[in-house]
Structures are given as C-alpha cells and as structure tokens.
C-alpha cells in the first residue's frame, strides 16, 4: 500500500521515494521510471507492466496532470485485457490503493511532481 503522497515524494511499505516508479503486481517497486518522452506517455515506456499482464492499470499523471498518455496508450492497454484509469497522481493514489485493499491485480506508474 502507498501510505503517503506529496508532490515529489511517495512512501510505499514504509521507504520513500522520490522519482517517478512503476509498482507491478508483486508489489515490487521499480525506482527510478523514466519515459522516453518526459511528459508523454507510451506504451514502451510500460513493457514491464504489460509483461505482468495485471486486471488493471493506474496511471498517476502529476499533481497538476501534467503527463500525458499518447494517442495509442489506451487502446493498446484495453486491447490486452487491462482495465485503465488515467487520473491526478493524489486521485491515482487511493484507486490504486483501493484496488489492492480488494486483493485486485493491479500494477501502477506514478509521476510524482507536475
């Protein structure tokens, strides 16, 4: 579960993290998360995610919703079966964490400033 967020900083299990990461169904945290493109958002940039084939994916784009999913990104994830929700990084936050609290397999990407 991810016990705290604020802009630039995400404690998850207790370490903190201040980059942008990627959590996969494991729970495994993957710290730094770069995308090829800083605030656009592709399907590349997810390989990871998509070889866990989790039931859903949250994308937290920013506090501000900054980042941004490329024109494809939705249709490729749905395509493979995964449910999306594309929000704010607060709101991405307490989805991801609802979902996990309901035992869902879920994986997450969060930007965590702009």
Known sequence: MITRYSFGS???DGEVY???L???PDRSVHHPWWRASGHVLRVADIKLILDARPAALVV??????I???DADFARVVEARGI???V??????VREFNRMSAQGE??????HLTC
Do not use: N, V, W
């Open 10 to 12: 995400m404690e998850i």
């Open 18 to 20: 201040h980059k942008d």
């Open 22 to 24: 990627m959590i996969l």
């Open 60 to 65: 937290g784009t920013g506090a501000s919703a």
């Open 67 to 69: 980042m941004k999913p």
């Open 83 to 85: 449910r999306l929700s």
């Open 87 to 92: 929000l704010p990084t607060a709101q991405a």
């Open 105 to 110: 397999s879920c994986a997450a990407c969060f």
